[in-house]
């Protein structure tokens, strides 16, 4: 499985960006997505997390700003940004669980400054 994560970049505090990841590779749909983001100096945190069947969940920091969906027609995992802050600022990985195994995409950098 190949994960391709796209849509980072510069915004100003409060603005939106949306975050894609493109997962090729795969002949069954992955049942487990999720986002992860780490700052300089910070480890690796989940954020968001999509379990097909089960539902979505969130980290406290982002719950009512970020919506994770994707589009399993397009294998496509989304994560829509809104109220961005400066404190978001981190490099954005997408991850899957498949078939007992994890991969990982390349990472995209959002950065929130004004």
């Known amino acids: 499985v190949q994960l391709q994560a796209s849509g980072g970049g510069l915004v100003r505090p409060e603005g939106s960006l949306r975050l894609s990841c493109v997962a090729s590779?795969?002949?069954?749909?992955?049942?487990?997505m999720n986002w992860y983001r780490q700052a300089p100096g910070k480890q690796r945190d989940m954020i968001a997390n999509?379990?097909?069947?089960?539902?979505?969940t969130y980290a406290d920091s982002i719950k009512g700003r970020f919506t994770i969906s994707r589009d399993n027609a397009d294998n496509t995992l989304y994560l829509q940004m809104d109220s961005l802050k400066p404190e978001d600022t981190a490099t954005y990985f997408c991850?899957?669980?498949?078939?007992?195994?994890?991969?990982w995409g390349q990472g995209t950098q959002v950065t929130v400054s004004s």
């Open positions: 991850n899957a669980v498949y078939r007992g195994n994890e991969y």
């Open positions: 590779g795969s002949s069954f749909t992955i049942n487990t």
């Open positions: 999509d379990i097909s069947g089960f539902g979505r």
